[in-house]
């Protein structure tokens, strides 16, 4: 059924109509791939309605997905190239869901999917500063390097926020290290290590927020969160049930 696009993403629990009506005024909603219009009217079950890129569903019960997303797997609904996406591997669960943030094609491990727009953009807002935690094996290591790694850094003209380092096992070639930070931006870690002189060799995500990498997952597996999990994920991204 149609209705006004600020009402369609007030009711998914994105934002208030008011707030819906100016980030359309921005130009930061879009119908079907285009800039959204004030007053325009769209159908949510037939029209592709995105803020800020991220899809926006209908509130609900949605499901939300565990994936462990393999290396050589890109996260995207689809692929203009024909490579493996990670809706290859969640064709089956019986529901349209979308990738919560991303994991560059090279790395693994812990990656959410959902159908629900309000947990999503929750979740990826930097104000709520979610953290996530990276298991990285890299080579090059030296002397200074974790220091290197947790000071103010400035990337390509993005500053980003401190990231916490520690040595979780040395080594006489790969080391291996933890590395949390709160935000997500293009191959991020991988930038960062390159800045300190280090060579990634393997980047596997163990953590978002709370949630655990399930141990019994294997790459290109995935399991619906249970409804405590789920609770989790929206008490970190100030979704209260």
């Known amino acids: 059924m149609e209705d006004r696009l600020q009402k ?22 879009t119908v079907n791939g285009r800039p959204g219009v004030l007053g325009e009217r769209a159908d949510p079950d037939r029209d592709q309605i995105a803020l800020d890129g991220v899809p926006v569903g209908r509130r609900g019960d949605h499901q939300v997905l565990m994936l462990y997303k393999p290396r050589g797997v890109v996260t995207t609904l689809s692929d203009e190239k024909g490579r493996p996406t990670v809706a290859d591997l969640v064709r089956d669960c019986g ?28 979740l990826l807002h930097p104000r709520h500063q979610v953290e996530k935690e990276y298991l990285v094996w890299v080579e090059g290591f030296h002397p200074g390097a ?7 850094m400035t990337l390509n ?30 191959r991020q870690i991988r930038r960062m290590c390159a800045h300190c002189g280090l ?10 927020g709370r949630l655990l990498l399930d141990r019994d997952l294997r790459p290109g597996q995935w399991r619906p969160l249970t409804q405590a999990e789920v609770k989790v994920l929206r008490e970190e991204s100030f979704l209260q049930e």
């Open 8 to 29: 369609i993403l007030s009711a998914a629990g994105v934002c208030s109509r008011r707030r819906a009506e100016t980030y359309i005024q921005q130009g930061r909603v």
């Open 157 to 186: 003209g993005q500053r980003l926020r401190p990231a916490r380092v520690r040595l979780v096992r040395p080594g006489p070639g790969s080391v291996l290290l933890s590395v949390v930070i709160h935000e997500g931006k293009n």
């Open 199 to 208: 060579t990634v060799k393997r980047l596997k995500r163990i953590r978002e």
């Open 146 to 152: 974790v220091e290197a790694l947790t000071r103010p």
């Open 95 to 122: 529901e349209r869901v979308w990738p919560v943030g991303r994991l560059d094609m090279d790395s693994e491990g812990l990656l959410l999917l959902t159908g629900d727009g309000a947990l999503t953009h929750g």
